[in-house]
């Protein structure tokens, strides 16, 4: 038997007519076409969109906004000069820095300092909760 039926004079025959090659091939674009009619006649996700042009005309608009938009930023000071970009770039450094100093001081190397600051924040949210709550749990006076 050979390795494909094809390869035979008959085998060619079977390929090219017969219903079995045809659905293989009509199939997929039968189902094709259908996807596009339901498409044109407004049912499916994409339907309204295809029928209406008010979306496709809102998206263009916003397309043009912001083309607009980076070619401002693109003309601005911060892209054109290197001493606007070299003193931003300063700029981050010393954050950094600061950051790195405030990082290594003694009180940061443990978590208790965090802890005890998310403590306080919690009761301070408490504190406020109860005063919303009832005033006049808080707020008393006294008259002689």
Do not use: C
């Given at each position: 038997?050979?390795?494909?039926?094809?390869?035979?004079?008959?085998?060619?025959?079977?390929?090219?007519?017969?219903?079995?090659?045809?659905?293989?091939?009509?199939?997929?674009?039968?189902?094709?076409?259908?996807?596009?009619?339901?498409?044109?006649?407004?049912?499916?996700s994409l339907g309204p969109v295809l029928q209406d042009p008010k979306q496709y005309?809102?998206?263009?608009?916003?397309?043009?906004?912001?083309?607009?938009?980076?070619?401002?930023?693109?003309?601005?000071?911060?892209?054109?000069?290197?001493?606007?970009?070299?003193?931003?770039?300063?700029?981050?450094?010393?954050?950094?820095?600061?950051?790195?100093?405030?990082?290594?001081?003694?009180?940061?190397?443990?978590?208790?300092?965090?802890?005890?600051?998310?403590?306080?924040?919690?009761?301070?949210?408490?504190?406020?909760?109860?005063?919303?709550?009832?005033?006049?749990?808080?707020?008393?006076?006294?008259?002689?």
């Amino acid at each position: 038997m050979p390795r494909f039926p094809f390869a035979t004079p008959n085998g060619w025959f079977q390929v090219l007519y017969s219903d079995e090659m045809y659905r293989k091939v009509s199939e997929p674009l039968r189902q094709l076409d259908e996807s596009l009619a339901r498409l044109q006649s407004g049912q499916g996700s994409l339907g309204p969109v295809l029928q209406d042009p008010k979306q496709y005309n809102q998206a263009m608009a916003q397309a043009g906004d912001l083309r607009k938009s980076i070619a401002t930023l693109h003309q601005g000071e911060w892209m054109q000069s290197d001493a606007a970009y070299n003193s931003w770039i300063a700029k981050l450094e010393g954050i950094q820095q600061k950051v790195a100093e405030f990082d290594s001081f003694p009180a940061m190397a443990t978590p208790a300092v965090y802890d005890n600051l998310t403590q306080m924040a919690k009761e301070l949210g408490s504190t406020t909760r109860e005063f919303r709550e009832n005033p006049r749990k808080f707020l008393r006076l006294k008259v002689f």
